[in-house]
């Protein structure tokens, strides 16, 4: 048997950790999350909206500040 426990193969986040994490708004993270921006799923018969580790992750990686100022999301290189 695997010694793996579920919460190792996927951590959830509520948009408050995710907004304290950034130490942003839960207002903004709901935006972003609206915008398709930062990917986030709806769970529970109330809807409530989570958010993967990875996820926020990859998000994080997408708004790295290059040294010309912008974001990786703001550069427009062809790809080869």
Do not use: P
């Amino acid at each position: 048997s695997s010694d793996v426990c579920s919460s190792d193969l996927l951590k959830l986040l509520t948009l408050r950790e995710v907004a304290d994490a950034l130490q942003v708004s839960e207002k903004t993270i709901r935006r972003l999350v609206i915008r398709g921006d930062l990917v986030g799923f709806k769970v529970g018969d109330r809807g409530q909206v989570r958010v993967k580790s990875e996820d926020l992750e990859a998000y994080l990686e997408r708004q790295r500040v290059h040294a010309d100022g912008q974001t990786a999301t703001h550069h427009h290189e062809v790809d080869e």
